[in-house]
């Protein structure tokens, strides 16, 4: 079973950027996806990528300002989020699934998923 490790969370100023990365423990050309997910509330769709990086998709409430990535030489999956917002502060989960290589926005569509990282930007 893949393990997927995030890092890149932490406290920024609205206006600010913060990339967050998502590192799988076994190499796989997986689609892969971020999502958030507040405190008793369901996970929220932010982006994926395809298994190829060719297809991205965003959450119409980031698109202009973070970007997927992934690097082909280890699968690393990267979100670059620009122009920080207060309504941004989450906890931001990476997520994968073996079965899947087209990107995806539902939840259900993934099985793996990583503890999340904090990212918080003061009102």
């Known amino acids: 079973q893949a393990q997927l490790v995030e890092s890149g969370g932490g406290l920024v100023q609205a206006g600010g950027s913060l990339r967050l990365s998502c590192a799988p423990s076994?190499?796989?050309?997986?689609?892969m996806g971020w999502f958030h997910q507040a405190l008793n509330k369901e996970r929220e769709f932010v982006a994926a990528?395809?298994?190829?990086?060719?297809?991205?998709l965003y959450a119409d409430s980031v698109k202009g300002r973070f970007t997927i990535t992934r690097a082909t030489t280890n699968n690393t999956v990267y979100l670059q989020k620009n122009h920080l917002k207060p309504e941004d502060t989450d906890v931001y989960c990476c997520?994968?699934?073996?079965?899947?290589?087209?990107?995806?926005?539902?939840?259900?569509?993934?099985?793996?998923w990583g503890q999340g990282t904090q990212v918080t930007v003061p009102s």
């Open positions: 076994t190499v796989r050309n997986y689609a």
């Open positions: 990528i395809s298994w190829s990086g060719d297809t991205k």
């Open positions: 997520t994968s699934d073996p079965s899947l290589v087209a990107a995806a926005r539902e939840p259900g569509e993934y099985d793996y």
